[in-house]
């Protein structure tokens, strides 16, 4: 099968680990790339040997007719964007978060149904290497079925320098990191029955809340407290904070330590095994294990458009992601533990019945 042609949207900070991380893959060849700064989109084409720049995402869509459009851009713009590619016929791949509310997300999931064309999201953080080891021994059932698991994310790397943007979100971690680690909280443990959240603002010159703590108890039975937060910003930090797991099980548990450390605890002992990422060139020693994540989450993807493979995080799955989002907001706000109903599980399951 021949090389799939696509287009990259936005020309950003990430979009070049993204760039880089389909340049690690075969059957992939980026064509062209849109950028509404027309200039800043030149230069990252020279960057990556791209022979097409547009300022103008409909001329693009028209004149190069990808096999799909990787959308790389903030999440104000990436709504119009995902539709502007539905309405041309061109299967999407989206950052997260999908969408800047459930209502938008909705539009965005009828759009690209309507229009019969595969919505995809680049969720990466479920690929981390010693996170994939995680869900292994998970299914492999040897702690028993978990009852208890803490995921914890609390970083004091400064993000704030390379994305100066994000301390103007209204709502802040939960939309950045809260997106990965509740996705997850679903990938490891299933879907969550209830849910409470408190948040804080620990530096005030953030607009949105940059701590979070959120408690569900999963349908599978497991209670899952997830810590999430930028609660520091020292001006030099030497690495990127790994996400910690711990699980505990009737039998054992399973702890995600860092330096890509998995130890599962069980009668027979406790066994140890490194299991850090890929050091790709391209990656930034700071950042290398979300890099690294990129180019499995591409290779996943990929797959689903060249109907080779089954896509993980799909628009419709990454949804029900979105929706623990936005409960969490509600619970902080309310002060009082969200249910999860009957109903609301039928339309994160199904989507399609939630658009109005």
Request: aromatic share 10%.
């Amino acid at each position: 099968m021949s090389d799939l042609r696509f287009a990259i949207f936005g020309t950003g900070f990430w979009a070049r680990y993204q760039m880089a991380a389909w340049n690690e893959l075969g059957g992939a060849r980026c064509v062209a790339v849109y950028n509404r700064t027309r200039a800043t989109g030149e230069a990252f084409a020279r960057d990556f040997a791209i022979p097409a720049v547009y300022d103008d995402p409909d001329e693009l869509l028209k004149r190069e007719r990808p096999d799909f459009v990787d959308i790389v851009t903030h999440p104000s713009s990436l709504s119009a964007l995902v539709k502007t590619a539905a309405a041309h016929g061109v299967p999407v791949i989206s950052q997260k978060p999908m969408a800047p509310s459930l209502e938008v997300a909705r539009a965005n999931l009828k759009a690209c149904r309507d229009a019969g064309v595969p919505y995809l999201i680049h969720e990466n953080w479920r690929w981390q290497t010693q996170l994939r080891e995680l869900k292994r021994v998970l299914n492999e059932g040897a702690i028993g079925p978990p009852f208890r698991a803490r995921i914890s994310m609390v970083s004091a790397y400064p993000v704030y320098v390379n994305e100066p943007q994000i301390k103007d979100l209204e709502e802040f971690i939960l939309t950045d990191m809260g997106t990965h680690i509740l996705d997850l909280a679903r990938f490891l443990f299933g879907e969550a029955g209830r849910l409470y959240c408190q948040t804080q603002r620990v530096h005030k010159d953030c607009k949105g809340e940059d701590v979070a703590t959120v408690m569900m108890t999963m349908g599978s039975g497991t209670t899952v407290t997830c810590e999430i937060g930028y609660p520091e910003n020292p001006v030099e930090c030497d690495y990127f904070p790994q996400t910690l797991v711990f699980v505990e099980g009737p039998h054992g548990t399973i702890e995600i330590a860092r330096d890509y450390w998995a130890r599962v605890t069980t009668a027979s002992g406790t066994h140890s095994k490194r299991h850090p990422p890929v050091l790709y060139k391209w990656v930034d020693p700071d950042y290398h294990v979300v890099h690294s994540s990129i180019v499995s989450c591409n290779a996943n993807l990929l797959s689903a458009l060249r109907a080779e493979g089954s896509a993980e995080t799909t628009a419709e799955d990454n949804y029900k992601t979105l929706e623990l989002v936005f409960a969490a907001y509600d619970s902080s706000r309310l002060e009082k533990v969200i249910q999860i109903s009957s109903k609301e599980v039928e339309h994160r399951t199904n989507p399609e019945h939630a658009v109005m």
